[in-house]
């Protein structure tokens, strides 16, 4: 079994600045892209950056420059740098992870956290 954990997130005024964190564990053999994604009341769903496991990395247009991602393999943990936030940046971050569990090797799975809640007040 495969357990995606976030923490991190809380209240913050606009300006400010958050770190996000993101721990997999339980039965992984690899793990390729990690990466972070947001949803606020009423919208869908929205990418916000992804990191491959090589270090390449993408951004959603509204948060380059603000936000920067990282990972440490070692500890299966994917992280999220949150600068200079704004009212728009409040949501609901998932992280998610596609990875190659031992029972599995063969084939890639994408899994996801629980969500931490990230509020931007004006």
């Known amino acids: 079994q495969v357990q995606l954990v976030e923490s991190g997130g809380g209240l913050v005024q606009a300006g400010g600045s958050l770190t996000l964190s993101c721990t997999a564990s339980g039965n992984i053999f690899s793990i390729n892209a990690m990466g972070w994604y947001r949803q606020a009341p009423g919208k869908q769903r929205d990418l916000v950056a992804t990191?491959?496991?090589?270090?390449?990395?993408n951004y959603a247009d509204s948060v380059k420059g603000r936000f920067t991602i990282s990972r440490d393999n070692a500890k299966n943990t994917v992280y999220l740098q949150m600068n200079s936030l704004k009212p728009e940046d409040t949501a609901l971050y998932y992280c998610?992870?596609?990875?190659?569990?031992?029972?599995?090797?063969?084939?890639?799975?994408?899994?996801w956290g629980q969500g931490t809640q990230v509020t931007v007040s004006s």
């Open positions: 990191t491959t496991s090589g270090g390449s990395t």
């Open positions: 998610n992870a596609d990875l190659n569990p031992y029972s599995d090797r063969l084939h890639q799975y994408r899994y």
